[in-house]
């Protein structure tokens, strides 16, 4: 998994990600809107020079609001998904992995496990099987799953799970 994409593409797939991560519980926190504002700035000179000027925007007064409506977040996942696209099959497996990075820091960003998130995120690792190269894939499902059903891990437990299983992806 070595492969490259661009700065731009990264930085789409890892704001994609975390939308997923920061959205999935419907709450958004103070910390969430931290993080969106953090990679605004951390990308602003990447993506500057892209026609990003209603994305922007909609971060802008995401993060002032302290909502994120569904027009909202429809619109970034889609303008991430057209500008941050993968090209062929052979890349999906990097981006998704990008954004499963992005899923999982979105998650962590509020520092509680909901279980609507780990829900969330158990259901988009199933509807990306090619993810099952990735050497971890099997072990979250389990730890999600347990976790849903009440077995074996805490919240606690499962947050530092992800917490680690985050720093591990891509490396």
């Known amino acids: ?31 969430e809107l931290a993080k969106l504002k953090n990679w605004k700035k951390q990308h602003f000179d990447t993506i500057r020079h892209h026609p990003v000027g209603d994305l922007f925007s909609i971060i802008d007064s995401t993060t002032e609001g302290r909502i994120l409506l569904e027009h909202e977040r429809e619109f970034i996942e889609q303008f991430c998904q057209q500008y941050g696209a993968c090209e062929d099959e052979d890349d999906q497996v990097l981006c998704d992995s990008i954004r499963l990075k992005g899923y999982i820091e979105g998650i962590l960003m509020d520092k509680k496990i909901y279980e609507a998130e780990i829900r969330s995120l158990r259901t988009w690792l199933m509807e990306r099987p090619h993810l099952k190269t990735l050497s971890v894939y099997s072990e979250i499902l389990d730890n999600l799953e347990n976790f849903i059903q009440g077995r074996q891990i ?14 591990e992806i891509l490396n």
């Open 1 to 31: 998994m070595k492969k490259e994409i661009s700065e731009l593409t990264e930085a789409l797939l890892t704001l994609e990600g975390l939308l997923y991560g920061i959205s999935a519980d419907g709450i958004i926190s103070d910390k």
């Open 154 to 167: 805490s919240s606690e437990e499962l947050f530092y799970y992800l917490k680690e299983i985050e720093k």
